[in-house]
């Protein structure tokens, strides 16, 4: 594990439809299992941010780009990113040249069949691979998001020294896939010494 102690992490959600979004009981960066991350990583002095991206029913990259190029992001820095959320940030890491502490994808998609227009329009950059200590890529098994195989199997191929955590019961990681809010597993990774028994 890296001796580098992690001054901030910022939690970068993915995309919903129109209806989920108007109609839901939260806002994607309150959704799933940001809340409860968010408040365990600030209890151990980690300070915490869950931006909340623009329009996530419709994205465009360059809007999601500038509310991320607000925080401070550093090798002291943790990113985590769910869904289109990950493929967001791996563009972003790209363009930006910016080095990181850890970079954890959950349920990583990068729009591999091209469904989100313009929003994930990019190759993934093997120079991203020098720019983080430890890259960990968590999946499930029984995700049934159409295209989130492709992506797991290219960012394996372009980014090698990703760690991946694989489960079989945990769907896309929203809080009804994992029937509770929090998520442990996720947090060990964050902080922990060890890895999930779940992983492969």
């Known amino acids: 594990m890296t001796s580098i102690i992690p001054r901030n992490a910022i939690l ?3 995309c919903c439809d129109e209806e989920e979004f108007y109609g839901g009981e939260s806002s994607p960066s309150n959704s799933h299992w ?15 941010q869950t931006p909340e991206m623009p329009r996530p029913y419709r994205p465009e990259y360059a809007a999601w780009k500038q509310v991320l190029d607000y925080f401070s992001i550093d090798r002291h820095s ?19 040249m910016r080095s990181v502490q850890k970079l954890i994808l959950v349920a990583p998609w990068i729009d591999p069949f091209g469904t989100r227009g313009s929003f994930l329009d990019f190759e993934l950059d093997s120079k991203v691979d020098s720019m983080f200590d430890e890259m960990h890529v968590m999946h ?61």
């Open 12 to 14: 970068v959600h993915g």
């Open 140 to 200: 499930s098994d029984d995700d049934d998001v159409d295209g989130l195989r492709e992506s797991i199997e290219s960012l394996i191929k372009v980014y090698p020294r990703a760690q991946c955590h694989r489960f079989c019961d945990k769907g896309h990681f929203s809080r009804s896939d994992l029937c509770t809010e929090a998520f442990p597993e996720l947090l060990d990774v964050i902080v922990g010494d060890k890895s999930p028994a779940a992983d492969s």
């Open 34 to 48: 940001f809340p409860w991350l968010q408040k365990e990583l600030i209890k151990r002095d980690i300070e915490t």
């Open 78 to 96: 943790i990113l985590v990113a769910h869904s289109c959320g990950a493929g967001f940030v791996l563009r972003w890491l790209a363009d930006e």
